[in-house]
């Protein structure tokens, strides 16, 4: 299994060009891809999602033997979006202390009890030399993802590729989502017929994050329903 950070976020370096169209990162993911040894199955959460759904559907990518859009869809509520970018877009100075940011997640996920320990939380930030904790993701990815023509025309990109798919495919959709609802996953369902759907009742848009046990079951079974095997 592969699982890189896309550029910008995690441990992938900044782009100090600000080089964080979609299509960079689509010319991202089919390096990786080109550097494997067989064809893979995508697995792409959020933004990975529509990089896949999009690189795949434009044959901007190498073929995938499957895809799997965690909480994304091409008709996804606009609300539930702003949330995501005004949350990562916030605190660009920084917390003065690991609660300080737990308290921040606290608020934008209230649906997710407060874990004890902060080892997870740890691995989303990073200390710099002012003593300050801050969010491992570049601000400068969000400085023209929140206008509404951004959002418009990868809605737009999103549908037309999925009308393309001609793989095995499935939706992973968490139950309290603000961000993927019923009426979403049934549009999709119009694009790419053939897609499976299953929805992790006690997850939000951070399926993985909230119910990460039942999450991998999901994938296996969706492989071993595929290919056979998990």
Same mark, same amino acid.
Request: aromatic share 6%; glycine share 10%.
């Given at each position: 299994?592969?699982?890189?950070?896309?550029?910008?976020?995690?441990?992938?370096?900044?782009?100090?060009?600000?080089?964080?169209?979609?299509?960079? #990162?689509?010319?991202?993911?089919?390096?990786?891809?080109?550097?494997?040894?067989?064809?893979?199955?995508? &697995?792409?959460?959020?933004?990975?999602?529509?990089?896949?759904?999009?690189?795949?559907?434009?044959?901007?990518?190498?073929?995938?033997?499957?895809?799997?859009?965690?909480? &994304?869809?091409?008709?996804?509520?606009?609300?539930?979006?702003?949330?995501?970018?005004?949350?990562?877009?916030?605190?660009?100075?920084?917390?003065?202390?690991?609660?300080?940011?737990?308290?921040?997640?606290?608020? #934008?996920?209230?649906?997710?009890?407060?874990?004890?320990?902060?080892?997870?939380?740890?691995?989303?930030?990073?200390?710099?030399?002012?003593?300050? #904790?801050?969010?491992?993701?570049?601000?400068?990815?969000?400085?023209?993802?929140?206008?509404?023509?951004?959002?418009?025309?990868?809605?737009?990109?999103?549908?037309?590729?999925?009308?393309?798919?001609?793989?095995?495919?499935? &939706?992973?959709?968490?139950?309290?989502?603000?961000?993927?609802?019923?009426?979403?996953?049934?549009?999709?369902?119009?694009?790419?017929?053939?897609?499976?759907?299953?929805?992790?009742?006690?997850?939000?848009?951070?399926?993985?994050?909230?119910?990460?046990?039942?999450?991998?079951?999901?994938?296996?079974?969706?492989?071993?329903?595929?290919?056979?095997?998990?």
């Amino acid at each position: 299994m592969t699982a890189p950070d896309l550029r910008g976020h995690g441990d992938s370096q900044w782009c100090t060009q600000g080089g964080y169209a979609l299509d960079d #990162y689509i010319v991202d993911l089919g390096l990786i891809m080109d550097s494997l040894p067989s064809a893979p199955v995508l &697995v792409g959460a959020s933004l990975g999602g529509v990089v896949s759904l999009i690189g795949l559907g434009e044959m901007l990518l190498p073929r995938a033997r499957a895809l799997v859009l965690v909480d &994304v869809v091409p008709r996804m509520e606009t609300a539930g979006v702003q949330e995501v970018i005004d949350f990562m877009s916030a605190n660009t100075g920084g917390f003065v202390s690991i609660e300080a940011a737990a308290d921040a997640v606290a608020q #934008y996920l209230p649906h997710r009890p407060r874990r004890s320990s902060r080892d997870g939380l740890l691995k989303n930030l990073r200390q710099r030399s002012d003593g300050r #904790y801050y969010w491992h993701w570049d601000p400068a990815i969000h400085s023209s993802a929140g206008s509404s023509g951004y959002i418009e025309a990868m809605a737009r990109r999103m549908e037309e590729a999925a009308r393309l798919i001609d793989i095995p495919t499935l &939706v992973v959709r968490g139950g309290q989502s603000r961000v993927v609802s019923p009426e979403g996953v049934a549009h999709l369902a119009e694009l790419i017929p053939h897609a499976g759907y299953v929805d992790v009742a006690s997850a939000g848009h951070m399926v993985a994050g909230d119910q990460n046990n039942e999450f991998n079951e999901v994938i296996r079974e969706f492989l071993a329903s595929s290919f056979g095997s998990a």
